[in-house]
């Protein structure tokens, strides 16, 4: 029997230095990291510039973007898309309808992205008279989640749903925020901008004051003959597999917003041309093997075709290459064209544009 007189038990006092130590260490490196992310800002979330940015958000730059092209002169027509449609030069839509165009592509856009921009661009300027709208299978997914990068712009999601952003929303949009700033992945950003400042070289990409997207590095690598095509065609397997293999059909609410943007735009006066977007015809094969993506495919041509009946507007399927007249060669990888085959899409369009009227 242990004595009562004897105390086992250590004082509390004896692990508090040592808890308060730890806490206001970790908490300093908390803060040193902040402070580090903030400074470096290798995805411009905090404005800073003081470093190479390093990975870009397209909704964000683009309405930076806009408002500055559309200030200079009144933007008549608009691409709508993904980053596969971010090649389609305004230069070329301009020659061929003249109009002023913007290219508002973004990147893994949905429907609920046009829709949102469409909104939030003719609210802005109701000379608005175009809408070329870059229709990829994927916009249609039926997987309902949002991009991140959609939901954090509070610009665009208040055109979305027609309400001003509430305390709940930027408070939940700076929370998510600052959980992606302490993801590996924003680390590594800030070690590439790190990098990139001490060894400058070609941005991976860039915008045009007109939205034309720009690959910095592969076009100096192509411009040099050491771009490797086969490659990067190999990279895309994985990420576009991941994108289809759960997908199992289209998405209603998707093809109801896409109907939405399209009684919109003519309810504005505003003409719409629609095209479906292409695959290189080895990511394709791959996709057909590995996933539903034949059939979705299938299923979004009928979509397109309905749209057509229904709203009386021109839909061309350019989902193949051959579709435009497009070389196997004319590829930065397994779903981005490069100016070659981007143009052949204009040309492509050109045809439906001009006998609408545009």
């Known amino acids: 029997m242990i004595p009562a007189s004897l105390n086992l038990v250590a004082p509390k006092s004896v692990g508090r230095p040592f808890s308060r130590w730890f806490l206001g260490a970790l908490g300093g490196l908390v ?19 003081l470093f190479p940015v390093v990975s870009l958000d397209s909704r964000r730059d683009k309405i930076r973007l806009f408002e500055e092209y559309n200030r200079r002169g009144a933007v008549e027509g608009i691409v709508l898309g993904s980053s596969r449609s971010m090649k389609l030069a305004c230069s070329e839509l301009d020659a061929i309808s003249g109009l002023r165009w913007f290219n508002f592509s973004v990147d893994s856009a949905r429907a609920e992205d046009y829709l949102a921009i469409y909104r939030w ?6 000379r608005l008279g175009v ?69 400058p070289a070609p941005a991976l990409m860039a915008f045009d004051k007109d939205g ?36 199992q059909g289209l998405s209603a609410r998707r093809k109801n917003q896409v109907e939405a943007l399209i009684m919109e735009a003519q ?40 749209i057509r009946v229904e709203f009386g507007i021109p839909v061309l399927d350019l989902s193949t290459p051959a579709a435009f007249e497009g070389t196997d060669s004319g590829w930065y990888d397994g779903g ?20 609408h009227g545009i």
């Open 131 to 199: 809408l070329l709208i870059g229709l990829d299978v994927e916009a249609l997914h039926d997987n309902l989640a949002m991009d991140d990068r959609l939901k954090a712009n509070q610009v665009l999601m208040s055109a979305l749903d027609g309400n001003r952003p509430s305390a709940y929303r930027r408070t939940t949009d700076f929370l998510g925020l600052m959980k992606t700033v302490f993801s590996r992945y924003y680390a590594q950003d800030i070690l590439r901008s790190l990098r990139a400042a001490l060894r």
């Open 212 to 247: 034309l997207l720009h690959y910095g590095l592969w076009e100096g690598e192509r411009s040099a003959g050491r771009f490797q095509l086969t490659k990067h065609l190999e990279e895309s397997h994985e990420e576009y597999r991941l994108r289809f293999v759960q997908m």
């Open 267 to 306: 309810r504005d006066r505003v003409r719409v041309v629609l095209w479906m977007t292409p695959l290189h015809p080895d990511l394709a094969a791959f996709l057909d093997r590995e996933t539903r993506y034949a059939k979705l495919l299938d299923e979004t041509r009928i979509f397109a075709e309905r």
């Open 31 to 49: 803060l040193l990291y902040l402070g580090i992310a903030l400074m470096i800002d290798p995805r411009r979330d905090f404005g800073t510039g």
């Open 336 to 355: 981005h064209m490069d100016e070659e085959n981007s143009k052949r899409v204009v040309d492509g369009l050109a045809t439906a544009i001009r006998q």
């Open 121 to 126: 661009v003719r609210a802005r300027d109701p």
